[in-house]
T-cell receptor, first 109, second 112 residues
Framework: EDQVTQSPEALRLQEGESSSLNCSYT??????LFWYRQDPGKGPEFLFTLYSAGEEKEKERLKATLTKKESFLHITAPKPEDSATYLC??????????FGEGTQLTVNP | KAGVTQTPRYLIKTRGQQVTLSCSPISGHRSVSWYQQTPGQGLQFLFE???????NKGNFPGRFSGRQFSNSRSEMNVSTLELGDSALYLC???????????FGQGTRLTVV
C-alpha cells in the first residue's frame, strides 16, 4: 500500500525566513509526485509534478525537488500570502493518487 | 477555461438520509476522481471513473457509490448517512494520458 508522510505538521515562519517542507513516500511504481496548495475551505490547487529522482521544478518562491524516497518543497523568502496547507501526493502504477496529511504553513508579517 | 465545478457547495443532511453530489470536469477531461477530506484522515480516495466505467475504488463501504455520464459529468451518492460522513468531498479531473489532477472547490457535507 502506498504511503506518504509529510513533516512538519505545522510550520510558522516570519516573512522572509526561508525553510523546507518534507514529503517521504513509498509507492508501487511511481508515475508522479505532486505538490498542491490548499487554502481553508477550498480545493487543492496544483503546483508541481515531479517524475524522477533529481528532477526540480520552480515557481515564484517555491522550488520542489525529488529523490527516490522523498521530496522537498523549498520556500524562499516567504510572504504572508504563502500561508496555506501544502499537500504532497503520489500517483502509482495503478493510477491511484495517495495524499499525505499536509503541512500547515503560517507566514507572519 | 472553466475549472472543475462541484455542486452544491454546502449541504446539511440528517442521519439516515441519502445525498447526491455532482461534479463537472474540465472540458475534455474524461477521468473523474472523488475524495473525502476530514481533519483526522486527510484526503482519502473514494473512486475514479473514466469513460463511464469505474476504474479504481478506495476502501469505503458500499453506501458510497458513483457514476459517470457520457458527457464525463459525475455524481457521487451516499446512502444512509452517518455523522462520520461529515466532510469536504472533492472531485478532481484529469486529461487522458496525463498525470496531473485538478480539483474543484468541494462540497461541504454536514450530517446532523
Amino acid at each position: 500500500e502506498d504511503q506518504v508522510t509529510q513533516s512538519p505538521e505545522a510550520l510558522r515562519l516570519q516573512e522572509g525566513e526561508s525553510s523546507s517542507l518534507n514529503c517521504s513516500y513509498t509507492v508501487s511504481g511511481l508515475r508522479g509526485l505532486f505538490w498542491y496548495r490548499q487554502d481553508p475551505g477550498k480545493g487543492p490547487e496544483f503546483l508541481f509534478t515531479l517524475y524522477s529522482a533529481g528532477e526540480e521544478k520552480e515557481k515564484e518562491r517555491l522550488k520542489a525537488t525529488l529523490t527516490k524516497k522523498e521530496s522537498f518543497l523549498h520556500i524562499t523568502a516567504p510572504k504572508p500570502e504563502d500561508s496555506a496547507t501544502y499537500l504532497c501526493a503520489v500517483l502509482d502504477s495503478g493510477s491511484r493518487l495517495t495524499f499525505g496529511e499536509g503541512t500547515q504553513l503560517t507566514v507572519n508579517p | 477555461k472553466a475549472g472543475v465545478t462541484q455542486t452544491p457547495r454546502y449541504l446539511i443532511k440528517t442521519r439516515g438520509q441519502q445525498v447526491t453530489l455532482s461534479c463537472s470536469p474540465i472540458s475534455g477531461h474524461r477521468s473523474v476522481s472523488w475524495y473525502q477530506q476530514t481533519p483526522g484522515q486527510g484526503l482519502q480516495f473514494l473512486f475514479e471513473y473514466f469513460s463511464e466505467t469505474q476504474r479504481n475504488k478506495g476502501n469505503f463501504p458500499g453506501r458510497f457509490s458513483g457514476r459517470q455520464f457520457s458527457n464525463s459529468r459525475s455524481e457521487m451518492n451516499v446512502s444512509t448517512l452517518e455523522l462520520g460522513d461529515s466532510a469536504l468531498y472533492l472531485c478532481a479531473s484529469r486529461l487522458a494520458g496525463h498525470t496531473e489532477a485538478f480539483f474543484g472547490q468541494g462540497t461541504r457535507l454536514t450530517v446532523v
